[in-house]
């Protein structure tokens, strides 16, 4: 349907959207499953779960329930300076034994950039507390994105947060590895293993006592998708270990399994000292997000009771609201078995794709996350026009330089998927030719 007459009602006037208002931006009025309903009488499969958020679907009963139990309960908020609420407890616990092993402390927060913030802190008073203040300095790689805060936005390696002005200092990027294999035609081990090198020769150039974190993607939306080698990780941590610099992953994105393992973490085989979660971590039912942190880092921190504490906080963190729906969230896919199907649905939404696309492009894909990748010889912005030719179609999904990015939500059916991955096809071979 394309709804006929619609008119942007006169608030527009005074709203300030995140992007400018095209032809295509439109007023969302409710959602089903992993259908979106809009003002103009359309209908859309969301193939983003909203922006990697809605991971349950616009209509999650177990996580809907729980918040509206919180809310009658008549705690919608409690005094941050002065305790906490059992549904922050209870969740902190959950994730805890979701995580890889180590991870034993969790501070809670509202969204990504706090996490990623909140990392960078605290791998500096760390460093501090632990006798060595020097330590200040983070690294993380170019081609990354890590939020639209301050500190990071100073962490996020690409040229278009320059409009910003100065950066946040004591930051220095590096060379991803698939940036080293696009580049100099290298085998994704041997990538790996130049761009491991380039982070310890950075430190050592740097000054191993001035570098108190290396912050990197499991799998980088800006980057294709495109999966390092694990041995890339391994080798990272094993430089990181030498020099005493923390190993942070920036799983925003791909924590609470999305990739088909609980946690990027758990797909490249190793365990960081702080995780960065958030997204769909309370199913997009409440901004939440969570920093993940593991016992050597939480040690020093932990008062004669075993107790940590860590601050500065925010207002909105562990809210009883919010907190009812992660601690929902959690059980929902722990106790639904959704492990299994995501990684079902992984190997059917690669054969699908596969054959949607033929030879007009490839997709890279971890668990339901998926890169679809188009050539672009003439610079025409390719996945800006596939995006809109999907939109077009009732289908939504994210234009990126190199294409366009889907992440299905993890009750999507393999029917859904299948209208979803041939909608893409044909927006491919439209654009392509």
């Known amino acids: 349907m394309t709804g006929e007459g619609f008119q942007w009602p006169p ?10 208002f095209t032809p295509r931006t439109t007023i969302f009025e409710r959602g089903k499953g992993i259908q979106l309903f809009d003002a103009r009488g359309r209908d859309y499969l969301d193939a983003l779960s909203g922006i990697f958020v809605a991971c349950f679907g616009y209509d999650c009963e177990p996580i809907i329930a729980a918040m509206t139990a919180q809310l009658r309960d008549g705690l919608a908020f409690q005094p941050p300076l002065h305790g906490t609420n059992h549904n922050a407890l209870r969740l ?24 990623v913030e909140a990392a960078i ?36 390696g690409h040229p278009g947060v320059k409009v910003f002005g100065a950066p946040m200092p004591d930051v220095v990027h590096t060379l991803p590895p698939e940036f080293l294999a696009q580049q100099w035609g290298l085998t994704a081990v041997e990538a790996g293993e130049r761009a491991a090198a380039l982070i310890e020769q950075t430190i050592e150039a740097e000054g191993p006592d001035h570098i108190a974190a290396l912050v990197v993607e499991t799998y980088s939306q800006l980057r294709e998708l495109a999966a390092p080698d694990p041995g890339y990780f391994a080798r990272i941590r094993e430089v990181c270990d030498r020099y005493d610099v923390l190993l942070v992953f920036d799983e925003i994105v791909t924590g609470f399994g999305r990739t088909g393992a609980n946690f990027g973490a758990d797909a490249v085989g190793v365990t960081p000292d702080l995780i960065c979660a958030g997204k769909g971590l309370s199913g997009g039912y409440a901004p939440l997000s969570a920093l993940l942190i593991h016992e050597r880092v939480a040690a020093p921190f932990r008062d004669g009771n075993g107790h940590m504490a860590f601050g500065t906080t925010h207002t909105f963190s562990g809210n009883p609201i919010a907190s009812a729906a992660g601690l929902a969230s959690v059980t929902h896919f722990t106790e639904g078995g959704f492990l299994p199907r995501i990684q079902d649905l992984s190997v059917h939404l690669r054969r699908s794709m ?32 596939v995006e809109a030719a999907c939109w077009e179609r009732g289908v939504i999904v994210r234009g990126m330089p190199y294409g366009v990015m889907l992440a299905p939500a993890f009750i999507t059916t393999t029917t859904q998927l299948d209208e979803i991955c041939a909608v893409v096809g044909d927006a491919v071979h439209e654009v392509v030719g």
């Open 354 to 385: 596969d054959a949607a696309l033929g030879d007009k492009g490839t997709a890279n894909i971890a668990g339901l996350l998926c890169g679809v990748v188009v050539p672009d010889p003439d610079g025409r912005g390719v996945g800006d026009l």
């Open 92 to 115: 902190a616990d959950a994730l805890v034994d979701l995580a890889p092993d180590g991870i034993t402390a969790v501070k809670l927060l509202s969204g990504g950039s706090e996490a």
């Open 11 to 20: 608030e527009t006037r005074s709203f300030c959207a995140e992007l400018p």
């Open 121 to 156: 802190r605290l791998s500096r008073v760390y460093h501090a507390v632990t006798g060595k203040p020097s330590k200040q300095k983070i690294i993380s790689h170019y081609q990354s994105f890590h939020g639209a805060t301050y500190g990071s936005l100073g962490l996020t």
